[in-house]
Structure formats: C-alpha cells, structure tokens
T-cell receptor, first 113, second 116 residues
Framework: NAGVTQTPKFRVLKTGQSMTLLCAQD?????MYWYRQDPGMGLRLIHY???????AKGEVPDGYNVSRLKKQNFLLGLESAAPSQTSVYFC????????????FGNGTRLTVT | AQKVTQAQTEISVVEKEDVTLDCVYE???????LFWYKQPPSGELVFLIR??????QNEISGRYSWNFQKSTSSFNFTITASQVVDSAVYFC?????????????FGTGTRLKVLA
C-alpha cells in the first residue's frame, strides 16, 4: 500500500547545481501536483498534470520544470538551484474529480547553499 | 479569484480545552469542495475531511467537528477536549473548477500547540 512515494527524502545542493525529484503513485490517479511548503506561506502549487504527457504551471513555476512521461510518475526538475528554492517539496495525486482529496507523499527537504 | 484565509497563525491551549480553527474562503464557483488536512510534527499531510458547497450540515467525528457556513464563507474546525497528540499544523483547502483544472488552494495553516 505505497500510495505516493517521493525520492529523495533529503537533499543538499550548491547554488547552480541541478537535480530531479521523483514522485511515483500506485493508485492509477490522473492528476498529479508538486507543491512547495515554506514557513508562513502554506502550500504553493508549482506545477501540475492532468494526465500522462500533460503539464501545466501553478502559482510559482519559475525555476522548475516537470515531466509526466508515465501516468504513475511526475518528475520535478531544478536546472540551476538557487537558495530561494530551499523548501520542503510535496508531491500529491488525485483521482480526477472535484471532490477527491489529494494524497500526499512524505515530502522532500531540499537545502540550497 | 480563489483564496483561503487562515488568520490564526498559531494557537496554544492547555490539554482538555476546546479549540476552534478558523477558515474563510473566497470563490466564484457554485460547486466547490473544502478540505482540512493535518500535518503532525513528523511532516506528512493527512486528509481529515471534505465538504461540498451544497451540504451545510455540521459534521462530527469523535472529538472533531466542522462547521460550514456558506453565508459567511467559513469552514471552521473544532477540537473538543484537546490532547497533546492534536499538536500539528492544520491546513484548510479549497477545490473548484473556476481557476482551472481542479486546482487546490491552501491556506497558510494554523499551528496548534496543545500543552500538557
């Protein structure tokens, strides 16, 4: 019963380095989301996907790219990390109807020095 | 635009006290859903409840209760006889279709500290 799995759990990057966060879900959900959580700012949507092969921008997309090549996976990339991207990143998936709750992964804590 | 406001940044109560967490929302959708999530110190986000815009009945689940009032655009969450294990950050969220495809908008969260 894995649900939504995020890897890695922790990562430290130096400014300018790149990395990819992986999100995998085994619930056959259509919708997937990437959020970042910062103190006092709640959860802010970075990018989301309504199905395999599709992606769209959320509230704070700058500096990030995403891909959804397979239905079960949603990747979040940072091409050139900046200290402002230090945050906790959450992936979530949703079945695809307005009343469906989001199912979250356990988060990835990223520090950019 | 859709917006969720949780004006209480942090609340501290003593164990066994009742506490209410406020959530006020804005939307132009006629059909929408409201949610509460709990984030304990371990960091995961746990779904607590969902309420649709056509159902204004209050809901009670054990020590938890939710009061949805469309007239004041509020969806408040009350914990009765609080316990230390209730210490967490609580998020209110709104989903609707007006702003796009099922985007979920979250409030900034309320940190609840229950002191023994």
């Amino acid at each position: 019963n894995a649900g939504v799995t995020q890897t890695p759990k922790f990562r430290v990057l130096k400014t300018g380095q790149s990395m990819t966060l992986l999100c995998a879900q085994d619930m056959n959900h259509e919708y997937m989301y990437w959020y970042r959580q910062d103190p006092g700012m709640g959860l802010r949507l970075i990018h989301y996907s309504v199905g395999e092969g599709t992606t769209a921008k959320g509230e704070v997309p700058d500096g990030y790219n995403v891909s959804r090549l397979k239905k079960q996976n949603f990747l979040l990339g940072l091409e050139s990390a900046a200290p402002s991207q230090t945050s906790v990143y959450f992936c979530a998936s949703m079945a695809g109807s307005i009343n469906s709750p989001l199912h979250f992964g356990n988060g990835t804590r990223l520090t950019v020095t | 635009a859709q917006k969720v406001t949780q004006a209480q940044t942090e609340i501290s109560v003593v164990e066994k006290e009742d506490v209410t967490l406020d959530c006020v929302y804005e939307t132009r959708d006629t059909t929408y859903y409201l949610f509460w999530y709990k984030q304990p110190p371990s960091g995961e986000l746990v779904f607590l409840i969902r309420r649709n815009s056509f159902d204004e009945q209050n809901e009670i689940s054990g020590r938890y209760s939710w009061n949805f009032q469309k007239s004041t655009s509020s969806f408040n969450f009350t914990i009765t006889a609080s316990q230390v294990v209730d210490s967490a950050v609580y998020f209110c969220a709104l989903s609707g279709t007006l702003s796009g495809t099922y985007k979920y908008i979250f409030g900034t969260g309320t940190r609840l500290k229950v002191l023994a």
